[in-house]
């Protein structure tokens, strides 16, 4: 099927082109999604598509950022991903999500999830988790699922909200990485550990 698509848009919006070609449905993530204009972002969200967003790829790479309140007021699920080392500095999502909550203070940016750091947090998590289909298996602190869970050092904060931002901030460091209940990191320190 792939090989007989004419990948030339023809005047078409590649939103437009994919859903020409029966491609835009609940199962397809697409990454970055950067250009769309308003029939598009109807469109993906009547398709159902979902959205993985690579900011700091983006940046690198010059092809400006992705309108967070666009994918909210339409419905769009979203997540965060790296892209690749070929356009990242490295493969953090929380550098990512970083980047994204610096845009809350860029004059452009009028919009109001990113100036709530827990609802980013889920974003870079559970919701992350849920459009990779493997919500039942980790992304969040939830009884049966792996232990997957980030320990962060950071300045001690008067409320909820500056602790979720705290997460955000470039001096805060890891201290403690679990996989499934196994230490990777331990005291900010990368741990041996062995393939079964």
Known sequence: MLQAIDWKGH???PVAHLQKHDLLDSNLLAAHCLHLDQEDYKTFAHAGAQAALCPRSNQ?????QPLIEE???HGIPFGLGTDSRASSPD???RLEAMALYQQRQTPTYNGQMLHDPAQLLNTLTS???ALMGVADKTGSLVKGLAADICVFIGHTKATSTAAFAA????DTTLDTLLVNGRAVVSS?????IQAK
């Open 11 to 13: 005047g078409h919006s």
């Open 60 to 64: 690198r790479l010059g092809n400006g």
């Open 71 to 73: 994918f909210l007021k």
């Open 91 to 93: 493969l953090s999502t």
């Open 127 to 129: 919701k992350s988790a």
């Open 167 to 170: 997460v955000f901030e470039s």
């Open 188 to 192: 900010g320190q990368y741990q041996a």
